[in-house]
């Protein structure tokens, strides 16, 4: 089992930088292969970016590529997402996720645990 908190979420102007952080519990957070997702109102969620167990592989969304950055810290059990110039489009409930691969993983469907989410809105 991994239980997993996401925190850091709010209101920001375009343009304006919001820091995410995802701590988990239970398993071994060293292990596992993290991301992180976003819903936006009637849509689909959407992968973020994701990050492998030791944080040698790396991937985002094209939609957020030079503007996001996903780290972890195996040691405070955290993983981050750095949001940088945000844009309104960027508005949603973001959701960490693991998987226990340990893997860097785009889809959803690889994830098994996922947290309760925080909304991030970006006013224009």
């Known amino acids: 089992q991994v239980q997993l908190v996401e925190s850091g979420g709010g209101l920001v102007q375009a343009g304006g930088s919001l820091r995410l952080s995802c701590t988990a519990s239970?398993?071994?957070?060293?292990?596992?292969?993290m991301g992180w997702f976003r819903q936006a109102p009637g849509k689909e969620r959407d992968f973020v970016a994701t990050?492998?167990?030791?944080?040698?592989?790396?991937y985002y969304a094209d939609s957020v590529k030079g503007r996001f950055t996903i780290s972890r810290d195996n040691v405070k059990n955290t993983v981050y997402l750095q949001m940088n110039s945000l844009k309104p489009e960027d508005t949603a409930v973001y959701y960490c996720?693991?998987?226990?691969?340990?893997?860097?993983?785009?889809?959803?469907?690889?994830?098994?645990?996922w947290g309760q989410g925080t909304q991030v809105t970006v006013s224009s």
């Open positions: 239970g398993r071994t957070f060293s292990s596992v292969g």
């Open positions: 996720a693991a998987n226990l691969g340990g893997w860097a993983n785009r889809a959803t469907a690889g994830y098994v645990y």
């Open positions: 990050i492998s167990w030791n944080g040698g592989s790396t």
